[in-house]
C-alpha cells in the first residue's frame, strides 16, 4: 500500500520542491508602492534644477510626477541616468480606455529591460550601505545608559536559543515516540511526519515569543536596534519554517518516515538547508537598507545583485533535481504513460522557467508605478505552485488511505472503488480549480487589463462550462474505474489441448461484453460533455447534431459491411455465442477468443499467430469451452482378457482420480468404462469415458491413460497383440516372415471411432 500511495504523491514532488521559490525577492526592495510625489513647473527651469529636485524628492524610492502646463507624465527615480522631464512608460491605464494586451507585453519587457539596466548601473552604490548603516546606528536611543544595544541583542538571541532548545529537551519524550511510524504505508508515516513539523513549528513560534518579549523588555525605543532584533527574527524564522518543511517532507537520517522519497534525499536537504541559511540573511539585508533610509540605488544594486545569485542557485538546484524528480514520478505507476512522461520530463524545466520568469517579474516591478501588485502577484504566484500541489496529494492520499482501511474492513466493491475515486477525483479538481481561479485573478488585470467589474462577468461564465466540464469529467472517472472493477482478471490463453490447462476459471460473459460496453459508455458520456459545454459556451450544437446525423446515414449507406460486422457482433453478443477466453472454431479459422471490439474477434491461435475476424464474416462458430466436455476413448484388449476385471480395475482408477486432490476436482462425471464397443480378430475393443469441465479435459484424458495402462498391467489383464501365426501355406518360412513384417506393431489404446 505504501508505494501505491507514494505513487499517488508524484505532484508533491513537484510542488513541493518549489518551497525554494517561496522566499525569493520578486519585487521591489523598498517598502510597498506609494503615492506619487506631485512637482509642478512652469517649464523655464534649467534640467539641472529639475534633475536636484527630483533626485531630492525620489530619495525614499517614490515615483515624482512632473506637471508641465496641466500635462502630467509620470518619471522614473532621478537617480537613473534618464532625462526627468520625458514621461515614463509606467503611467497606469485609466479605467477609460485599459490597454490592449500587446501593450501590456511591449510595456512589461520595456520594464524589464529598464529595470535590469537600473539595477546593473546601481550596483556600484551597494556600499553605500555601511555608510548608511552606521549614521543609523548613531542615531539609536536605545543602549544609551546601562548595557549597550549590542550586548542586548545578543542576551535576546541568546534568550530565543535557550527557550528554543528547552522546550525541545522538555517536549523530547513526548514526541519521540508519536515520530515513529507504526508502519510501512502512507498514513502512518504522514502521522509521524505531522508531529515532527508540529514539535518544529512549535519551537519556532515560542523563540518568536522569547525574543519578541525580550525586545519590548530591553529595546522599548523603536530606534533601529529594536528594528535590527525584529527584522533578524522574522529572517531566521522564514529559514527555519523552511527547514522545517523540509524535515516533514524529507526526514533525513528517517527513510521510514519519508514522505517525498526522492532518490537522493538527503543531497536536496543540504540544498535547501543552504538556500534555507542565505536566503533569510539576503531579506535582512534589504529589509534593514530600507530601514537606514538608504536611497533606491543601493538597494536596486543589493537586490540585482542578490537576485541574480539566488536565481541562480536555483536553477543549479533545479538541474540537479531533475534526474531525481523524473524517477519519483515515473515511480508512482507500474506501467507510466505518456502523460507521466512527459510531466516526469517537464516538471524540473518547468520550475526553472518559474524562477526566471518571477525574477523578471521582480525586475520589471522594479520600474513601474503600481510595481507592488506585480510583486504581490509574483509572491501569491510563488506561494500558489507549492501550496496546491502538496494540498491537492494530501487530500487524495488521505481519501486513497480511508477508501484502502475500508476496503480491508468492509471489502471493496465495483461500486464503493469508483466512489471513492469520483470523490477524490473531485476534491483533486475543486482544488485545483481554485488555484487556477487564484491565479488568473491575480494576472488577469495585469496581463489583460481586465477591471474587477469585467473579471466577475468573465468569471461567472467561465464557471457555468467549467462545472459542466467538470461533472463530466468526474463521472467519466466514476465509470472508468466502475468498468474495471467489475472485469474480471485476465486469463492465460491457450487451448485445451495444450500440454498445460488454462485453469479452472470459466469464462466471463462480462469480460467479454464489458470492454465494448465500457467503450460505447464513455464515448457516449464524452460526446454528450462536449456538447453540453459547446452550449454553454453560446455555440449553437443543432447544425452539429444534424451534421453528425447526416454523416451517420452516409456511413451506414457507404459501409454495408461495416454495419453488418456491427449488427452480427451485437447478436453474437446477445446470444452469448462465445466468451473471452474460450476455444472457437469459425469454419475457416480456430483459435481462442482473446479481444473482443464492436465489430470484430480476435483469435489466437495454438502456435502463436492471432486472427482479426469480422463479425459479418463468421456463418458459423463452434464453441469447444462452453459448460462441460466428454472425453471418449478406446482400449484393445486380448481375446483372453476377463472384461469384468478390466471394468472393476478401470472404476478403480477413476475413482482413485475423483479423491485426487490435483485432478478430482475438475471432473464432473468419474471415469468408467462403458461396455465393449467392438471385437475384432486381433482384439476386444472397449470404450471409457468421463466427463469433466472443458479446460482440464485434455489434462485428465492424459492422465486417466497412463493409470488405466499401469492398473491394467498390474492386474494382468492383457492388451491385445498384433502377432499373427502362420500355419502351413505355400511358400514356406520366408512367405511367413514376410508376412508377419507386413503387420503393424502393437497398439493397445486406440481413440474411439466414435
Not at 5 to 11: E, Y
Not at 624 to 635: E, G, L, M, P, Y
Request: charged share 15%; with cysteine; glycine share 10%.
Amino acid at each position: 500500500m505504501g508505494s501505491g500511495f507514494g505513487a499517488r504523491r508524484l505532484i508533491a514532488a513537484v510542488g513541493a520542491m518549489g518551497l525554494v521559490l517561496a522566499v525569493a525577492p520578486s519585487g521591489r526592495a523598498q517598502s510597498p508602492a506609494q503615492p506619487p510625489v506631485i512637482l509642478t513647473l512652469s517649464g523655464d527651469e534649467a534640467p539641472e534644477t529639475v534633475s536636484r529636485m527630483v533626485e531630492a524628492l525620489s530619495r525614499d524610492g517614490r515615483q515624482v510626477e512632473i506637471r508641465i502646463g496641466g500635462t502630467p507624465g509620470a518619471v522614473k527615480p532621478a537617480s537613473a541616468p534618464s532625462k526627468p522631464e520625458a514621461p515614463s512608460k509606467a503611467t497606469a491605464p485609466s479605467e477609460s480606455a485599459a490597454p490592449s494586451t500587446t501593450a501590456q507585453v511591449e510595456a512589461f519587457v520595456d520594464h524589464l529591460v529598464e529595470g535590469v539596466d537600473y539595477g546593473v548601473a546601481s550596483v556600484p552604490r551597494i556600499g553605500q550601505l555601511a555608510d548608511d548603516w552606521r549614521r543609523a546606528w548613531q542615531a539609536r536611543r536605545n543602549g544609551l545608559t546601562g548595557l549597550s544595544a549590542e550586548m542586548r541583542l545578543v542576551l535576546i538571541i541568546a534568550l530565543a536559543l535557550a527557550a528554543a532548545g528547552a522546550f525541545r529537551r522538555a517536549s523530547a519524550g513526548f514526541f519521540a515516540s508519536r515520530m515513529r511510524p507504526q508502519g510501512p504505508e502512507f498514513t502512518p508515516r504522514l502521522i509521524a511526519s505531522s508531529w515532527g513539523l508540529l514539535q518544529d513549528v512549535g519551537t519556532i513560534v515560542l523563540a518568536l515569543l522569547a525574543a519578541r518579549l525580550a525586545r519590548n523588555a530591553w529595546l522599548p525605543d523603536p530606534d533601529i536596534a529594536a528594528a535590527a532584533i525584529t527584522t533578524v527574527a522574522n529572517g531566521a524564522a522564514i529559514g527555519a519554517l523552511h527547514l522545517a518543511v523540509g524535515r516533514f517532507l524529507l526526514s533525513p537520517g528517517v527513510p521510514e518516515r519519508r514522505i517525498m522519497p526522492l532518490p537522493r534525499a538527503e543531497r536536496h536537504f543540504g540544498f535547501l538547508v543552504f538556500y534555507s541559511v542565505v536566503t533569510p540573511l539576503i531579506i535582512v539585508a534589504l529589509l534593514l537598507a530600507g530601514r537606514v533610509g538608504s536611497g533606491p540605488q543601493p538597494l536596486a544594486g543589493l537586490l540585482m545583485v542578490t537576485g541574480l545569485i539566488g536565481v541562480a542557485f536555483k536553477l543549479w538546484w533545479f538541474y540537479d533535481l531533475r534526474g531525481d524528480l523524473a524517477a519519483l514520478i515515473l515511480k508512482g505507476s507500474p506501467e507510466p504513460g505518456p502523460w507521466r512522461r512527459l510531466i516526469a520530463l517537464s516538471a524540473p524545466w518547468f520550475y526553472m522557467a518559474t524562477a526566471l520568469a518571477l525574477w523578471a517579474v521582480g525586475r520589471a516591478a522594479a520600474m513601474m508605478s503600481d510595481g507592488g501588485r506585480w510583486a504581490e502577484a509574483a509572491a501569491l504566484t510563488q506561494t500558489a505552485i507549492v501550496i496546491i500541489p502538496i494540498l491537492a496529494v494530501g487530500i487524495g492520499s488521505w481519501l486513497d488511505c480511508r477508501a484502502a482501511r475500508h476496503a480491508r474492513t468492509e471489502g471493496a466493491t465495483p461500486l464503493s472503488l469508483a466512489t471513492g475515486a469520483a470523490l477524490r477525483a473531485a476534491a483533486v479538481g475543486i482544488l485545483w480549480a481554485a488555484g487556477f481561479f487564484i491565479l488568473a485573478r491575480l494576472w488577469a488585470g495585469l496581463l489583460v487589463g481586465l477591471s474587477t467589474a469585467q473579471f466577475t462577468a468573465f468569471s461567472r461564465q467561465a464557471a457555468g462550462v467549467a462545472i459542466f466540464a467538470f461533472a463530466g469529467w468526474v463521472a467519466l472517472v466514476f465509470l472508468r474505474v466502475f468498468f474495471d472493477a467489475c472485469a474480471p482478471k485476465p486469463r492465460a490463453s491457450g487451448h485445451a489441448d495444450e500440454e498445460e490447462g488454462t485453469g479452472d476459471s470459466v469464462p466471463s460473459r462480462l469480460a467479454t461484453v464489458l470492454p465494448v460496453l465500457r467503450g460505447v459508455v464513455l464515448g457516449a458520456v464524452l460526446g454528450l460533455t462536449i456538447l453540453i459545454v459547446l452550449s454553454r459556451m453560446g455555440v449553437d450544437i443543432g447544425p452539429l447534431l444534424a451534421g453528425f446525423g447526416i454523416l451517420g446515414l452516409a456511413i451506414s449507406f457507404g459501409s454495408q459491411a461495416l454495419v453488418r460486422d456491427i449488427v452480427s457482433g451485437v447478436f453474437f453478443m446477445l446470444e452469448d455465442a462465445f466468451r473471452v477466453g474460450e476455444y472457437v472454431d469459425t469454419g475457416r479459422l480456430k483459435g481462442t477468443v482473446e479481444k473482443i471490439s464492436l465489430r470484430s474477434m480476435q483469435l489466437r491461435h495454438q502456435s502463436g499467430q492471432i486472427h482479426t475476424i469480422p463479425f459479418g464474416q463468421i456463418q458459423q462458430l463452434t464453441n469447444a469451452s462452453r459448460d462441460w466436455a466428454t472425453i471418449k476413448f478406446n482400449v484393445r484388449l486380448d481375446h483372453s482378457a476377463d472384461i469384468e476385471q478390466a471394468r472393476k480395475t478401470i472404476k478403480k482408477v477413476g475413482l482413485a482420480l475423483l479423491d485426487d486432490p490435483e485432478f478430482g476436482p475438475h471432473f464432473i462425471a468419474q471415469l468408467k468404462m462403458q461396455g465393449v464397443a467392438d471385437i475384432t480378430d486381433s482384439a476386444v475393443v472397449i470404450r471409457l469415458k468421463f466427463t469433466a469441465k472443458p479446460a482440464q479435459a485434455s489434462t485428465l484424458q492424459r492422465e486417466a491413460l497412463k493409470r488405466v495402462y499401469r492398473a491394467l498391467n498390474e492386474a494382468k489383464v492383457p492388451f491385445a497383440s498384433n502377432l499373427v501365426t502362420v500355419r502351413g501355406g505355400e511358400g514356406g518360412p520366408a512367405s511367413g516372415a514376410a508376412a508377419i513384417a507386413a503387420v503393424p506393431p502393437p497398439s493397445p489404446l486406440a481413440p474411439a471411432a466414435g
